[in-house]
């Protein structure tokens, strides 16, 4: 990763985007991945993507997805003394929820206020996980008027404090929303390598940055509509499975360190599987298989669905303590996310189609 690279990575990982508020992410994103591709555009929600023309006339149209969105809070109640309740924004996890701090986006720009966690000695629920409506936020004032005065009010949406932290010499990257930050840093590299190795694709390429993804894939589905693209591939996290307590029997068995992971499944077109999977043998890129037997959860499954079916399979990075501040995925298996999307690219022909044949 170099210094361009990282200051991006950065840069957007700081940058809050609470589901259903993602444009100042967006802007950064879009303004990293201009220089690579031919255009950008943004639709009514703000799902945003950037064009990378082919050289042919009628191509065929591929769609790269990631969400730009992260889980959240948002203000559900304002007490007469100042103390703040909150609804969660997508899958927040209240067990975790209690001694955090958050930064919340209000009208006259952000307030950092932290989530109060009554002492161990006093509290009645002892070890109990709390729910969302037990936590509460403490922002430093008395009273309501005063919370308001901050520019807070009923809806402003919040996103923990917890920034990028690398642990082992560079290794590994710690970050809050690195689901699925890091995809859209996966997809935007992809362009930059195309740009940079001076690959004119046959196919058009969308690199996509979609919205509202922690809510049920919203702006994925809005966008494969408007889009119509011919084939997609979903870049999200999945659960790797190599900390402590987790059985592999269940969850499967996926590591950090050992490249990007393909799920196969009925949402995932088989003929795009195979593409993959090929190419991920001939150019020898690290790769890790994973099954789900109904839906992936992902923006996959609203691609797939959209008009009259579009092929589209999810390739995950994977990821420990999902929708957690300290979400952590290692740097290598984003290179090897980057260098098969690359291959994936440069091995298609205007001629291909991933549609089944009778
Ligand atoms: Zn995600």
């Given at each position: ?63 790269l ?6 889980i ?8 007469d ?33 932290i989530t ?42 919040g ?21 699925d ?6 997809i ?17 390429i ?85 099954t ?58 205007c ?5 089944h044949?009778?």
């Open positions: 990763m170099d210094n361009q690279s990282s200051d991006f990575l950065t840069d957007y990982l700081n940058t809050p985007a609470p589901t259903g508020y993602e444009m100042d992410a967006q802007r950064i994103w879009s303004e990293y991945i201009a220089p690579y591709t031919d255009e950008q555009q943004c639709d009514a929600y703000g799902s945003t993507w950037a064009v990378l023309r082919s050289k042919h006339k009628d191509a065929p149209t591929l769609m997805d990631a969400h730009a969105d992260e959240g809070f948002s203000i559900r109640h304002i007490d003394n100042g103390f703040v309740r909150v609804e969660r924004l997508g899958g927040s996890d209240a067990a975790i929820g209690r001694g955090r701090r958050i930064r919340f986006i209000g009208t006259d720009g952000e307030v950092i206020g109060g966690n009554t002492a161990i000695h006093i509290r009645d629920d002892g070890d109990k996980a709390p729910k969302v409506w037990d936590l509460y936020v403490d922002l430093g004032c008395d009273s309501r008027e005063e919370v308001e005065a901050l520019g807070l009010r009923v809806g402003t949406p996103v923990y404090c917890d920034g990028p932290l690398m642990l082992n010499d560079g290794r590994r990257l710690v970050c809050r929303a690195l689901d930050r890091l995809c859209g840093y996966i935007a590299e992809t362009a930059r390598a195309l740009k940079e190795q001076g690959v004119q694709p046959e196919w058009n969308i690199f996509a940055n979609t919205v509202q993804e922690e809510i049920g894939c919203v702006g994925a589905g809005m966008l494969a509509f408007n889009l119509a693209p011919d084939a997609a591939i979903c870049l999200d996290v999945t659960h790797a499975t190599d900390s402590p307590g987790l059985d592999k029997g269940r969850y499967g068995d996926i590591r950090l360190g050992k490249g990007g992971c393909l799920c196969y499944g009925p949402a995932c077109h088989p003929n795009l599987n195979a593409r993959l999977e090929l190419l991920a043998d001939k150019e020898n890129i690290p790769m890790q298989r994973e789900t037997g109904r839906s992936t959860g992902t923006n996959t499954d609203a691609i797939y669905r959209a008009r009259a079916g579009v092929p589209a399979t999810c390739f995950s990075l994977p990821l420990r303590y999902m929708h957690s501040p300290v979400e952590t995925a290692d740097l290598h298996d984003v290179q090897c996310c980057i260098e098969l999307l690359v291959a994936f690219i440069k091995s298609l022909k001629s291909d189609s991933f549609h044949r009778l």
